[in-house]
């Protein structure tokens, strides 16, 4: 998920010390697309490790005077006294090891030094891409261990201390260390008693290149970034360097002083490498805090449960009460107060009467398709979409179990992908070895955005802009059409539930159901624009609206609706089995479901508590009913069944509305007041 990456030269290198700062910096702006909430480094010299990092993105962070002496203080202190050769000129002259961190932020909040990356810990120094997900029952198995922060990186690091305390060797000690460890974890270790740089992965989210010509080694997390790398001008000097991946399950053993590599499996039954290393005295590690002021952003954590007022339960009861008076279809459970419902003289609506049911291509045609994009070189034969959620996570599964494909699953963060989210990904992509690309974006402005729309729509609510609330997402198509041409793949997997249609949304902007449509996005050049011109007039009506989100919503609008869509859903060729994909994900993954509801759709997604909570009170219905009504359509759920499910389902998921609250900065308490006096669609 996180941006890892690093350099290694010899004393030989043709690099000089300005140019290796250029080539950290220019790898730190490729890596930054994984995470911008703080970075940092590491750099390995002969006598002493130096450790800088700081709660602010990347590319500000390598503009900082801090960061600049962090350099000059690991790298220049031979040169000092230099008349003849300028410091920034002069050459290396020792063997040098940086690793560098771009954080997104998930376990641990990057206000605390000791949280970011690279992690220090037993006289370990490591960068980690992933997430442990095991993270709590590794400290309780292993109590003798010190735990210090909250990042799970440091039980990682501790374990292999504690491994190679009872005599194992480095690469012995990190393969004992993922054994134990469950989840997702690309890892690059320097040891303060070893010269050496250790690099794993259980997933494959590690690439290397290696330069004889310039006597230098360079790693990172996606192959993308060292090609783009090399294919910078200053660097096109380093035309012979080959890029390798890293199989899921392996690793390397770099010495330092020689850039000697040794390959291994993580298997710990397999040969161990004769590593030669001998212990040596144990360097000085440099790390001290940095003070930047306040972070920019706050990454996502699990909702804390505080008391919801009583009130609040009370006005929920009362609309129920309400609700359950509503005249609702007699085939499905659509309510009166859906956009364009029509009732036939047997109660019958028009979404009933006109629903066309699903008619699958068959997992024979789909296993037939897919064979076209087959690779034989190794190389990934896909980019499979993945959310975190049920329904893409199942469809990883059967992207890689069933059609035998090599997947990247790729996932967009803007902000509202909880933790829960997170750590279901690096279940699935550590058990099925496979790499995971995470493109995040500038998660504090994003947030800043959902924030000043909210604001803007509890002045004067609109039923029809409550999806400016989510317009930060829908760059997911652009990155996933990026990704593709970054790869070098044609297919893009989506997992789309095709019974999770929500067209109410636009019909709310007085856009008329297109029945039969494949997806919410199908609409119409003519009902596009009258859309865009809805919006327009609630932009004039409202200006609140006019503040810093417009461009990012424009945006987002020409991404869903006008950018090229063209991928693959393999829920058009096979059923979409609710039961069967809830036992696989909880039998072979450990599947993690959410505390506040007994629904497994949207726990992912940390927005669709608040606005689904809206919908609710204000028409009395939500996206759990219209995705009820297709199952009853398609005959695979009774309508009595149905309405018990959604009478769960629409329990407010109020600690969860508060974590959304809490996230993009406004109150929990009299955010909800407000939404509770909002005149409803129906009679109270």
């Known amino acids: 998920m996180c941006g890892i990456f690093g350099v290694a030269t010899t004393e030989a290198s043709a690099l000089s010390i300005e140019d290796l700062k250029r080539l950290v910096g220019d790898l730190f702006k490729l890596s930054e697309s994984r995470g911008k909430e703080a970075a940092g480094l590491a750099i390995l010299s002969p006598d002493a490790i130096y450790v800088h990092k700081e709660p602010v993105c990347a590319s500000r962070m390598i503009r900082s005077p801090r960061y600049h002496e962090a350099f000059d203080t690991a790298l220049l202190r031979p040169y000092a006294t230099s008349v003849r050769v300028p410091c920034s000129r002069a050459r290396l002259g020792q063997p040098t090891t940086i690793i560098g961190h771009s954080r997104l932020v998930t376990n641990g909040g990057q206000e605390l030094h000791q949280n970011n990356q690279p992690v220090v810990a037993s006289g370990l120094i490591g960068i980690h891409n992933g997430i442990i997900t095991n993270v709590d029952r590794l400290w309780s198995h292993f109590p003798t261990l010190q735990r210090r922060c909250e990042v799970d990186t440091e039980v990682l690091l501790s374990l292999v201390r504690h491994f190679l305390s009872q005599g194992h060797t480095p690469v012995d000690a990190v393969r004992q260390t993922f054994r134990l460890i469950e989840g997702a974890a690309s890892v690059a270790v320097l040891f303060a008693d070893f010269n050496c740089l250790l690099l794993a992965t259980n997933n494959g989210s590690l690439y290397i290149a290696h330069s004889s010509k310039a006597n230098l080694r360079l790693f990172a997390s996606e192959h993308y970034i060292l090609r783009a790398l090399l294919a910078k001008r200053r660097w096109r000097w ?372 608040f606005y689904n909570y809206i919908y609710y009170i204000i028409t009395g219905f939500s996206e759990n009913d219209t995705f009820r009504s297709n199952q009853i359509r398609e005959g695979v759920l009774t309508r009595q069944r149905a309405l018990e499910i959604v009478r769960q389902e629409n329990r407010p998921r109020f600690e969860s509305i508060r974590w959304y609250c809490d996230t993009i900065g406004i109150d929990f308490e009299s955010t909800i007041a407000r939404i509770n006096q909002i005149p409803t669609l129906y009679r109270r």
């Not at 080959?242 to 053993?253: A, D, E």
């Not at 000697?260 to 590690?285: K, Y």
């Not at 291509?361 to 959620?389: K, N």
């Not at 479901?593 to 726990?603: L, Q």
Request: charged share 25%; glycine share 8%.
């Open 238 to 609: 380093l035309n012979d360097c080959t890029i390798r991946h890293v199989k899921p399950g392996s690793g390397l053993l770099i010495d330092t002083r020689s850039l000697a590599t040794q390959w291994f499996s993580l298997d710990p039954d397999a040969p161990a490498p004769n590593d030669g290393l001998q212990r040596v005295g144990p360097r000085v590690i440099w790390d001290r805090p940095v003070q930047v002021g306040q972070c920019r952003g706050a990454g996502t954590s699990q909702p804390v449960a505080r008391r919801t007022p009583d009130s609040f339960h009370d006005h929920v009861r009362r609309c129920d009460q309400a609700i359950a008076r509503l005249r609702r279809c007699t085939r499905c459970i659509l309510p009166e107060t859906m956009p364009f419902i029509e009732f036939d003289d047997a109660g019958v609506c028009n979404y009933c009467r006109h629903y066309r049911r699903l008619n699958l291509r068959g997992a024979e045609a789909l296993q037939a398709l897919v064979e076209q994009f087959r690779r034989r070189d190794g190389q990934p034969d896909c980019v499979v979409t993945f959310s975190g959620g049920r329904d893409s996570s199942y469809g990883l599964h059967y992207v890689k179990r069933v059609l035998g494909l090599n997947p990247v699953a790729y996932t967009y963060d803007w902000g509202m992908v909880t933790d829960l989210a997170r750590r279901n990904q690096a279940r699935l992509c550590g058990k099925l070895g496979v790499e995971h690309v995470l493109i995040s974006a500038d998660l504090a402005q994003k947030r800043r955005n959902i924030r000043l729309n909210v604001t803007a729509w509890l002045r004067k609510p609109d039923l029809g802009t409550i999806p400016l609330f989510m317009a930060g997402d829908k760059q997911y198509f652009y990155y996933a059409n990026k990704l593709r041409q970054q790869i070098g793949c044609k297919l893009v997997v989506l997992c789309e539930n095709m019974l999770e249609t929500t067209g109410f949304k636009s019909g709310y902007c007085g856009i008329r159901p297109n029945f039969g449509a494949e997806h919410t996005y199908s609409l119409s050049l003519f009902n596009k624009l009258r859309l865009a011109a809805y919006y327009g007039r609630q932009y004039l009506r409202n200006p609140r609206y006019i503040n810093g989100s417009v461009w990012d919503s424009l945006w987002a609008y020409c991404c869903y609706y006008f950018i090229p869509h063209e991928y693959l859903n393999i829920y058009n060729y096979i059923r979409w089995d609710e039961d069967l994909i809830e036992r696989t994900l909880r039998s072979e993954y450990d599947w993690e479901v959410a505390e506040d509801t007994p629904t497994t759709w949207r726990i992912g997604d940390g927005t669709a508590a």
